[in-house]
């Protein structure tokens, strides 16, 4: 079911009078029964797949853990008759043995996530070259589904599996234990993507009913369901006209386009994500931000520190971080030092793994090259910033200019979100092609467009497009008080409660009245239901 | 801990190393300065920090580094 | 701790339904016919002793003021246009509930013709949303439901999910939130005519079997079953079409007799000679009558049901002097009518009167596709027009006698073939 549909609130109510009337001893059980009725209204034949990972990763996790306390055991037994090389040869031994354990598990995982959302790709692909070497090309309908989520479990499971390789955390022995951390609900559909120390015990633990908790997560349900249906479902009708080839828009407009399809992205993945930490936070869980207002930020390095912040730091922390630190990068970076001097060899392996990082992250958003071409963009960028930053910060102060000033912020705000708003362009196609296309028809410039009639072709009339300017301004308002460190709902929470009931109800009337949704309208799924 | 000190200002001459103890919790380094800094350890002290060191604790001070490398250096 | 919590929970709620009550109200839409049928809770109660029920052919026939003029039988009509079955069987129950007629009259619409609830979807809110909620209410939102997966329960139980997207007109027109007593008792006639023509094996037999839709006809049981609980005599109608076939007449009469009711068909051959129907002037389209021909109808189904049911007599009587009052202004509103004949590309438009229509004269404005194209005046209620196949015309004639404007008709849009 639909994070912004009546069944889901139904559901989530009906799933917290439960949660919080059984017994606290069996809480764990209840949510664990939701997670899979939940997932069961997504799609019944979905469930082995998710069952699959689980069972895969909690086996994987059951080994590593044996492996590690083998390694300490012996290590304890032996200590004072081993030399410095015989323990580094007991160590690698026991590494390796874990790594055969880790790459098992991510081959049959992310082997069945590549199968499920990449093979079309590859095998399109694959014929593109067989044909052009006019070579008879493969035969491959197979029509997969798409397991609801997959994209995220996966990589939460893999994380936790990771966690327990490097001794992180212990695993848990179980099962449904398991289960219960791959399958909580409100994560299901769009993430967060958590991690196994940050969430797990707050599952198994035991909550009781808080009505301060429960206000302030119905408040961010309300935001989210703000965010999407009042602003990212009309704004969309901007990028969609605009992103129409056969409404041939040029210029100015493939600008204004992607400004659009910026905001909608934003307020429509922001607001599913508000809609989950909220369910979780009436349930007593708390799940980390995915975003801290992300076109707030300076640099593209900050932008992605504020943007899908979970997969951000996922890359980060299973796949930077290890790939930067690998003997293979440092080698390269060493050569890299004797002849290419200092300075570039020291960058090589951050660049090299930076550039990988993004091109996966494009990668993981879709199975076309527009999406791969999208993460080049942003590794281009990225490395840019790392190469070319301290010498413009050089030009900066020779030239005077103050770098600390209020003013020079909005500067490199606006700058990040151009360099932003411009990569969007990539995704906006149906192929890369037509994508570039986009790009091209964006230096064509037409001032024809300012003619009236724009905001119907648009599909608003005034009143309309008033409102959707008064919702990005209050969301505008509220985002620059949260950047200046305001926790809006505990302050709320300290007003007299006919303020807080008039926020409320302003809050739930404005999404009733203004959102975008029912008969009238075909509300579009979220855009990253897909995943 | 003086060469240590040496590696660090060199990649962040901006931050006093002597003084701060929350520089990954705050944000004070980014991943690159991490990575830098590891590699730069890994090379001058002959240690092998993976990924799997790089937690919050072992790299909040220049302290915390210390005791790092000296774990390492150790086994 | 937890009662304190609990007890503002649930004043918050209460506050939050109350306003979501106001909110549904303003966002109910309002119409003609929807506003007629929300006046239906304005007559007193147990105040009228017939009911009619059905689609739009029911609406259009049958006009309750005409039966108060001839017979001074009160009644109320609870026909909308298009109405889903699950919807009549909803009206003829929510008619008992509030009032205790003597007869219930149905046109069964849909009968022999498979109602599409996907593509009716308007209508069916048009039909249901002037009602007020109840058991029965919910039953046929159920119905619908199961008939459309895409029409949800809170669409019409709550008219702001629905028609949230009409915020920008909310406060253009008031008057659908205050309703008074109607002066037509949910009559709302057509005030044009075409010419009509009998289908192939009108009343004769067709050799094709009537085809009765099983789900449309356990709706129309259940509702003629719910007036026979109650004791009141149930009469079936099938009012005059253009394509009626023996087989359908025998199927209906069938139905009737099986469940006990009675039956008439208008479009047998003795009671449209009694009513004298005109293909000319008295039809709207090919399935319903315009006020010319309502008149008429009304006549002889009057006639019929003071020979068969103990009616009263209420002109005169204490409590209804409303229904005096509401001739006069029943009378200005059908005072016109704006008739169409076509022969060839020749349209002559012609405008007939119920009073007299002396020192008038009379403004012609022709359109053809949506733009003024000619407009003419004339001192006799006629005039010509030439037209050309495959573009859409329509005229408009205004009225005009020595007080002032009288009235301004607008036809129909057709294309011509």
Request: contains cysteine; aromatic residues 14%; proline residues 3%.
């Given at each position: 079911m639909s994070l912004i549909s009546l069944e889901f609130l139904v559901f989530l109510g009906i799933t917290a009078i439960i949660y919080f009337l059984a017994p606290k001893k069996v809480q764990w059980i209840v949510l664990l029964i939701a997670n899979y009725v939940f997932y069961a209204f997504a799609g019944a034949k979905y469930i082995p797949f998710l069952l699959y990972t689980t069972f895969t990763t909690y086996i994987g996790c059951l080994w590593l853990s044996k492996l590690n306390r083998k390694y300490k055991e012996t290590l304890a037994e032996l200590k004072g008759s081993l030399d410095r090389e015989q323990k580094k040869r007991?160590?690698?031994?026991?590494?390796?043995?874990?790594?055969?354990?880790?790459?098992?598990?991510?081959?049959?995982?992310?082997?069945?996530?590549?199968?499920?959302?990449?093979?079309?790709?590859?095998?399109?692909?694959?014929?593109?070259?067989?044909?052009?070497?006019?070579?008879?090309?493969?035969?491959?309908?197979?029509?997969?589904?798409?397991?609801?989520?997959?994209?995220?479990?996966?990589?939460?499971?893999?994380?936790?599996?990771?966690?327990?390789?490097?001794?992180?955390?212990?695993?848990?022995?179980?099962?449904?234990?398991?289960?219960?951390?791959?399958?909580?609900?409100?994560?299901?559909?769009?993430?967060?993507?958590?991690?196994?120390?940050q969430l797990a015990h707050q599952l198994t633990e035991e909550h009781r009913f808080d009505y301060d908790r429960f206000k302030k997560g119905a408040y961010l349900i309300l935001w989210g369901l703000f965010k999407k249906l009042v602003i990212a479902e009309r704004i969309v009708r901007i990028s969609n006209w605009v992103f129409n080839v056969e409404n041939q828009a040029t210029g100015v407009l493939i600008f204004i386009g992607a400004v659009a399809y910026s905001i909608r992205v934003y307020t429509d993945f922001s607001g599913g994500i508000d809609i989950a930490r909220g369910a979780a936070q009436i349930l007593g869980i708390e799940l980390t931000q995915n975003f801290e207002r992300p076109y707030f930020a300076t640099t593209i390095g900050e932008f992605w520190r504020r943007w899908h912040m979970s997969l951000g730091s996922w890359f980060r922390d299973y796949v930077f971080y290890p790939l930067s630190l690998s003997k293979g990068l440092s080698k390269a970076g060493k050569w890299g030092r004797k002849y290419l001097g200092n300075y570039i060899g020291k960058l090589i392996p951050v660049l090299t793994s930076q550039f990988v990082v993004f091109t996966l992250i494009g990668v993981w958003h879709g199975s076309s090259w527009k999406y791969i071409a999208f993460g080049f963009y942003h590794g281009i960028m990225i490395v840019g910033g790392i190469l070319l930053g301290p010498k413009l910060h050089k030009i900066g102060e020779d030239r005077g200019i103050n770098m600390t000033s209020f003013g020079f912020r909005v500067f490199q705000i606006l700058r990040t979100f151009i360099i932003v708003v411009f990569g969007r362009i990539f995704t906006m196609g149906n192929s890369l092609t037509q994508s570039m296309g986009y790009y091209a028809k964006s230096f064509q410039f037409d001032l024809d467009f300012l003619t009236d009639g724009l905001l119907s072709k648009w599909g608003f009339h005034r009143a309309?497009?008033?409102?959707?300017?008064?919702?990005?301004?209050?969301?505008?308002?509220?985002?620059?008080?949260?950047?200046?460190?305001?926790?809006?709902?505990?302050?709320?929470?300290?007003?007299?409660?006919?303020?807080?009931?008039?926020?409320y109800l302003a809050l739930i009337f404005t999404v009733i009245i203004f959102g975008v949704y029912g008969y009238g309208y075909a509300s579009s799924d979220f855009i990253y239901r897909g995943f | 801990m003086k060469k240590l000190l040496e590696i660090l200002e060199d990649i962040r001459p901006d931050v006093n190393f002597e003084e701060e103890t929350a520089l990954v919790t705050d944000g004070v380094l980014d991943s690159f300065d991490i990575v830098s800094i590891v590699g730069e350890i890994n090379d001058q002290f002959d240690v092998d920090i993976y990924a799997e060191d790089l937690i919050p604790e072992n790299f909040d001070s220049a302290e915390a580094m210390m005791k790092l490398i000296e774990r390492h250096l150790d086994e | 701790m937890y009662k304190k919590d609990v007890i503002k929970l649930i004043a918050?709620?209460?506050?939050?339904?109350?306003?979501?009550?106001?909110?549904?109200?303003?966002?109910?839409?309002?119409?003609?016919?929807?506003?007629?049928?929300?006046?239906?809770?304005?007559?007193?109660?147990?105040?009228?002793?017939?009911?009619?029920?059905?689609?739009?052919?029911?609406?259009?026939?049958?006009?309750?003021?005409?039966?108060?003029?001839?017979?001074?039988?009160?009644?109320?009509?609870?026909?909308?246009?298009?109405?889903?079955?699950?919807?009549?069987?909803?009206?003829?129950?929510?008619?008992?509930?509030?009032?205790?007629?003597?007869?219930?009259?149905?046109?069964?619409?849909?009968?022999?013709?498979?109602?599409?609830?996907?593509?009716?979807?308007?209508?069916?809110?048009?039909?249901?949303?002037?009602?007020?909620?109840?058991?029965?209410?919910?039953?046929?939102?159920?119905?619908?439901?199961?008939?459309?997966?895409?029409?949800?329960?809170?669409?019409?139980?709550?008219?702001?999910?629905?028609?949230?997207?009409?915020?920008?007109s909310l406060f253009d027109d008031f008057s659908r939130l205050q309703h008074q007593e109607s002066y037509q008792k949910g009559y709302v006639g057509m005030n044009t005519s075409v010419e009509v023509e009998f289908g192939e094996n009108h009343m004769e037999y067709s050799g094709e079997p009537a085809g009765l839709q099983e789900d449309a006809m356990q709706h129309y049981r259940a509702a003629v079953q719910s007036c026979l609980d109650e004791g009141i005599q149930v009469l079936l109608v099938k009012l005059p079409?253009?394509?009626?076939?023996?087989?359908?007449?025998?199927?209906?009469?069938?139905?009737?007799?099986?469940?006990?009711?009675?039956?008439?068909?208008?479009?047998?051959?003795?009671?449209?000679?009694?009513?004298?129907?005109?293909?000319?002037?008295?039809?709207?389209?090919?399935?319903?009558?315009?006020?010319?021909?309502?008149?008429?109808?009304?006549?002889?189904?009057?006639?019929?049901?003071?020979?068969?049911?103990?009616?009263?007599d209420m002109r005169q009587a204490e409590g209804y002097e409303s229904w005096e009052d509401s001739i006069i202004t029943y009378e200005e509103k059908y005072t016109y009518c704006l008739n169409?004949?076509?022969?060839?590309?020749?349209?002559?438009?012609?405008?007939?009167?119920?009073?007299?229509?002396?020192?008038?004269?009379?403004?012609?404005?022709?359109?053809?596709?949506?733009?003024?194209?000619?407009?003419?005046?004339?001192?006799?209620?006629?005039?010509?027009?030439?037209?050309?196949?495959?573009?859409?015309?329509?005229?408009?004639?205004?009225?005009i006698d020595e007080d002032g404007v009288q009235a301004s008709i607008q036809s129909d849009k057709h294309i011509y073939e």
């Open positions: 007991l160590k690698t031994a026991s590494i390796r043995q874990k790594r055969w354990v880790v790459a098992l598990v991510c081959v049959l995982n992310f082997g069945v996530l590549g199968l499920v959302k990449y093979s079309d790709f590859l095998v399109d692909n694959i014929n593109g070259i067989l044909s052009a070497l006019s070579l008879p090309v493969l035969e491959m309908t197979v029509d997969w589904i798409l397991p609801l989520g997959i994209s995220f479990y996966t990589f939460q499971a893999i994380g936790y599996l990771v966690d327990v390789y490097r001794d992180q955390v212990e695993a848990e022995r179980n099962f449904f234990k398991t289960a219960l951390f791959l399958s909580f609900f409100p994560q299901l559909v769009q993430g967060p993507i958590s991690r196994y120390e309309e497009f008033l409102l959707l300017v008064a919702a990005l301004f209050l969301l505008f308002i509220v985002s620059v008080l949260q950047e200046r460190g305001m926790q809006i709902r505990d302050t709320l929470l300290k007003k007299h409660m006919l303020i807080q009931w008039m926020v | - | 918050f709620l209460m506050v939050f339904l109350l306003l979501l009550g106001i909110v549904n109200m303003f966002f109910n839409p309002g119409d003609e016919i929807r506003n007629e049928k929300a006046s239906f809770y304005e007559e007193p109660e147990n105040s009228m002793e017939v009911i009619f029920c059905g689609s739009s052919s029911m609406l259009r026939d049958v006009s309750p003021m005409e039966l108060y003029k001839n017979q001074g039988i009160v009644s109320y009509s609870m026909a909308t246009v298009l109405q889903a079955p699950a919807v009549t069987e909803f009206t003829v129950k929510e008619a008992l509930r509030y009032q205790n007629p003597k007869v219930v009259v149905i046109n069964m619409e849909s009968a022999t013709v498979d109602y599409d609830y996907v593509g009716r979807e308007a209508h069916i809110h048009s039909s249901l949303d002037p009602f007020r909620f109840s058991w029965d209410k919910l039953k046929a939102i159920w119905a619908i439901g199961k008939q459309d997966s895409n029409q949800h329960v809170a669409d019409y139980l709550f008219p702001v999910v629905r028609y949230h997207e009409a915020w920008p079409r253009m394509t009626w076939t023996m087989e359908e007449h025998e199927a209906l009469a069938g139905f009737a007799e099986e469940m006990g009711a009675d039956y008439l068909d208008f479009n047998q051959e003795s009671v449209w000679q009694e009513m004298g129907l005109d293909t000319v002037t008295d039809f709207y389209d090919a399935n319903h009558l315009n006020h010319m021909g309502a008149v008429k109808l009304t006549r002889v189904l009057g006639e019929y049901l003071s020979e068969n049911y103990e009616l009263s169409e004949v076509t022969d060839e590309n020749r349209v002559r438009y012609s405008v007939s009167s119920s009073q007299n229509m002396r020192n008038q004269s009379y403004k012609w404005e022709f359109y053809k596709n949506n733009e003024q194209v000619a407009t003419e005046e004339t001192a006799v209620p006629e005039i010509d027009f030439q037209v050309e196949t495959a573009d859409e015309y329509y005229v408009v004639c205004t009225v």
